[in-house]
């Protein structure tokens, strides 16, 4: 580490990272050296941003939409966002309360910041999105982790989540569809959760559903929108990455509760001002625009959830669940006698493989990988044939 003069805030220290970001920078740079890697570490759909948003984008540019918009987005996006609310849920939102953000991330930093301090907790899942317990520490909050377990399909069970309320919890953090799992929540211990929830007042929830709209065979990504007794502490968290394949755009949305939507407004202004003008428009086309395209993605996601699932289970000391949701899996690797972390280092520079290790989502992900299906079927069956080629090769 190259040394300084310069004092940095302790805090600094407690913030963490998304490892898929660093093995992606590592499967680029063995690419670059000539190697074959495939890449299903990102959490990326690998489909092109549907060609009317790219259009609605380039004219809002043409149009001369070059400047400033207002920190909570502009009002025919967050109309749009109400109007596909209750297109998908039937439940009616008011579009002062949207705030339109640059991805995900930033709900979950608002959130976070908002309710967290030293002598607060707040519940998160582990395994979950690494970004969740990253954020609590630096808010200073104590991470009370929210163990899920491969025998309820990685879903939570509401018992469980309230067992774990404290006077001191602040905020508890929902992921359903989820990321690293794919664990689908059923509606009964939803329905369970809320009702426990009236007797925990001073708990806000943050529920982070941008997955909400990839789910299988029958599976329903319940809204938490759909509970109007917990309306006035519900933080809805989605966007557009995922459902229209818009990484790169970093375009978001919350909806919040009134008497929260102002802390989160000053928030914005503090820190990224307003949301790219063009992009916004780009949302609106999304919004508004044909189905198909994310109808048919999700399709291919399916055939390839399938192909992977069956192709590891395959595998000699691996064993997988079928998720019902998102675009990852989640296999279980505690056969090939191989640690997470060591199992994801080996794929990747002896197999060419990149993936994500269990513990990268939290100490709970010990014994598994995290693997997205947002690939071709030629590169997951590749990818499947190295795999079982390294196990072949390691057991010896």
Request: proline share 7%.
């Amino acid at each position: 580490m190259v040394q300084t003069g310069l004092t940095l805030a302790a805090r600094m220290g407690r913030l963490g990272t998304e490892t898929a970001f660093e093995v992606l920078a590592r499967a680029k740079a063995l690419e670059a050296q000539g190697r074959s890697i495939i890449n299903l570490g990102i959490g990326q759909p690998d489909f092109a941003t549907p060609g009317h948003i790219v259009e609605a984008a380039v004219k809002a540019l043409a149009d001369g939409h070059h400047g400033y918009t207002p920190a909570q987005g502009i009002p025919e996006l967050r109309r749009a966002v109400a109007a596909d609310l209750h297109r998908r849920h039937k439940v009616a939102v008011d579009p002062a309360q949207v705030l339109i953000v640059p991805g995900g991330k930033v709900t979950m930093f608002f959130a976070i910041m908002m309710f967290g301090e030293p002598g607060a907790e707040i519940i998160y899942p582990n395994p979950g999105f690494p970004i969740y317990e990253s954020v609590i520490r630096f808010s200073g909050a104590t991470p009370v982790p929210l163990p899920l377990k491969e025998a309820t399909g990685f879903a939570l069970t509401a018992d469980d989540v309230l067992a774990r309320i404290t006077p001191a919890t602040r905020l508890l953090i929902l992921n359903s569809p989820a990321n690293p799992t794919g664990g689908v929540v059923p509606k009964a211990e939803i329905d369970k959760l809320v009702a426990g929830l009236a007797r925990h007042p001073h708990v806000a929830i943050m529920s982070d559903e941008i997955y909400g709209e990839m789910v299988y065979d029958g599976a329903e990504a319940v809204s938490l929108l759909t509970y109007p007794e917990i309306a006035d502490r519900l933080i809805l968290l989605d966007g557009f990455s995922k459902t229209y394949a818009m990484t790169g755009w970093r375009l978001g949305y919350s909806v919040w509760p009134k008497a929260l939507l102002p802390h989160a407004e000053r928030l914005a202004v503090n820190s990224h001002s307003c949301v790219n003008a063009a992009a916004q428009w780009a949302g609106i086309a999304a919004l508004g625009g044909p189905r198909e395209p994310a109808l048919r993605m999700v399709d291919a996601f399916a055939q390839r959830r399938g192909r992977i699932v069956a192709a590891l289970n395959r595998l000699p000391g691996v064993s997988c669940v079928m998720p019902g949701g998102a675009f990852y899996v989640f296999p279980n690797i505690s056969g090939t006698g191989l640690d997470s972390r060591t199992l994801q280092a080996r794929l990747l520079d002896e197999a060419g493989i990149a993936t994500i290790a269990g513990t990268s989502f939290g100490a709970e992900g010990e014994g598994y990988l995290r693997l997205s299906y947002a690939a071709s079927l030629e590169a997951i069956d590749e990818a499947m044939a190295r795999f079982g080629e390294f196990l072949a090769h390691a057991s010896r």
